[in-house]
């Protein structure tokens, strides 16, 4: 049997660096990634784990809409407008697939899997999940850690009552247009439990590189890896006769993961690409070589760093320059101090995957040496681990010190907490090297701020550069791009020399794939009807004409005969002559056309 192959593609995150995509592919849909929009977070008002008098005195801010009577709703600070709510989250568009029609789910790294939980435990989601395993556990890291924050903080205001995530997501729309661009205003809900969580990721199947899985309706799935972080991978998708790349959050740096695996994606007929740098002009060495010399300048006069950081990925570069760093300028005696509730967990799960690592770090552990030297700093002292800002931290702590932690949003956590207590004092510094979130807007709940405040951000995903000279080197015959990558700056756009669509938010691409023939078998039954007759001018042999039903199920087709009472006859619905005649011409068919006089309306083709 000859049929196309028609593919398409649904576009449910709202930002290229946060991706959720849905392939639907012969019978299959496949959904790649399902990352959360935490930069929502940065509309709410920041929450400790102590009462706050700075943030409990901001000015209160009244919607023009009279509807809203609670005056403790909105605070306003320096032309910003925030929701005095527990921060909630922004979920990929729920409402244009029916999660449960989804058959699997594949991850290509730890932060793109954090609305799992509302997929599995409250969207009816009934498929399958693959990803890596250091992806999963450190999925499990930050999806523990951000429920540690969200849900155990102290409300530093009296906050407002507000009765469900749909009254809140109502309430969204009344933050000023400027501050507010999103249009999206259904799709926030409060953070899972810590519960739902964890039984998200019992669902997870891990897997490895190049590891063929086979899926339903004759579809194999392959992960290689994309070079961003441990576990991260791309994915390669085989159908009968096309090859589809998934390439997010890739990196060609040389850091401490695997390096970019090209070979299985060269040549591919379809490359949807997404993940890219937010950070494009921002070279990574050039921003750790820049943020040590000001930590250093702080340290000097006696000030203390503040790092908001995730607790896993550029976490172990930064830990391993800046320390080095500190001990070549003879800060050697200054305390670097790491405070989150998975800060143990998370240093030592990166010296369990060695197989995961680069050729540099894995030869470190034949010696046998651990491959991070954060590990000798831990046992030595030099790098305190604590879980929070209270408790055994305050019989060891001392100043000035360096200090990494969570969240980088500055909307929870610990760093809200030091943030506070370090924002009047000139000396002190905050460093902002996640590029996901506007530092000047994490800020603004804060002023005045005395603090010095930096941007150097640390991202080894791909520029506009890189991603442009890797996609002549793989060369696929089609290209989807999210539209934001395609603009008149050269130095923040792609220059596809290939077929290229773009795609946003809620829209869906259909992808044209090249014809192909397939196997199908027959029926016993439709088998005995046959009568082959021979075929003397092609000398082919013999053949028989059959009209049959074609059943396609996990894409093995076969012909079965019409059910009984079948009144005969083809299905054609209502044909346009002219529109026939229109498509006839355009496979190249020679048509001679005869019009019966007697009766005009029928025309013979």
Sequence with gaps: LVLAEPMELYCLGDKPWQPCYVLKTNELSIMFDCALDLNGMLKFLPHSLVYSL????????QPKDSTISSPNMFRENVDHVFVNSMP????????????????????????????????????????????????????????????????????????????????LSQLMRFLPSTQDDDEYTNVWRSLYSMEEARESLLKVEPVAYLQRIPLCGGVEVVPVSSGFCLGSCNWLVKTTHSKVCYISSSSMLATHPQPLEKTYVTSC???????????????????????????AHTLHNGGNVLIPCYPSG??????????????????????????????????????????????AKQSRVYLPEAPFPHDGYVKSGRLKC??????????????????????????????????????????????????????????????????KAFYFPVDPRLNFQNANRLLKELKPKQLIVPEAYIST?????????????????????????????HDAGMDPQLARQLVPKPVVAKDVGSASSITCLIERR???????????????????????????????????????????AAISEHTQI
Aim: proline content about 5%.
């Design 88 to 167: 909630m989250m922004k979920l990929p568009e729920i409402g244009l697939v029916d999660f449960s029609t989804v058959d699997v789910i594949l991850i290509s790294n730890n932060h793109s899997m954090l609305a799992l939980p509302y997929i599995t435990e409250q969207l009816n989601f009934k498929g399958q999940i693959y990803t890596t395993e250091p992806c999963l556990q450190y999925g499990r890291l930050l999806m523990e850690e951000l429920c540690e924050y969200v849900n155990q903080q102290v409300m530093t205001t009296s906050s407002a009552v507000v009765n469900s995530d749909q009254d």
């Design 554 to 596: 996990d894409n093995h087709m076969t012909l079965k005969p019409h059910p009984p009472g079948y009144a005969g006859g083809k299905l054609w619905g209502k044909l346009s002559i002219d529109k026939t005649i229109q498509m006839l011409k355009e496979v190249q068919c020679v048509i001679s056309i005869k019009t019966n």
């Design 314 to 359: 550029v976490l172990y570069d930064l830990l391993e320059c800046i320390m080095g760093y500190l001990d070549m300028q003879g800060f050697s005696a200054i305390p670097v101090y790491y405070i989150s509730p998975v800060a143990n967990s998370s240093l030592a799960h990166a010296n369990i995957y060695a197989e995961w690592l680069s050729d």
């Design 269 to 295: 007929d379809v490359m949807i690409l997404s993940g890219l740098t937010e950070a494009p002009m921002a070279h990574p060495d050039a921003m750790l070589g820049e943020m040590c010399g000001r930590i």
């Design 54 to 61: 700075h943030l409990s005195s901001l000015s209160k801010w």
């Design 386 to 451: 604590f879980n929070t800002t209270h408790g055994e931290l305050c019989q060891q702590y001392s100043t000035p010190c360096v200090v990494f932690t969570g969240h980088p949003s500055l909307r929870c956590g610990s760093a809200v907490h030091l943030m506070e207590a370090w924002r009047t004092n000139a000396n002190n510094t905050v460093l902002f090297t996640e590029p996901d979130f506007d530092y000047l807007h994490a800020l603004a709940p804060f002023q005045p701020l005395s603090m």
């Design 489 to 517: 700056a050269h130095d923040k756009t792609l220059l596809p020399e290939m077929q290229c669509q773009t795609i946003k938010r809620c829209s869906v691409v259909t992808i044209a794939t090249e014809t192909g023939s």
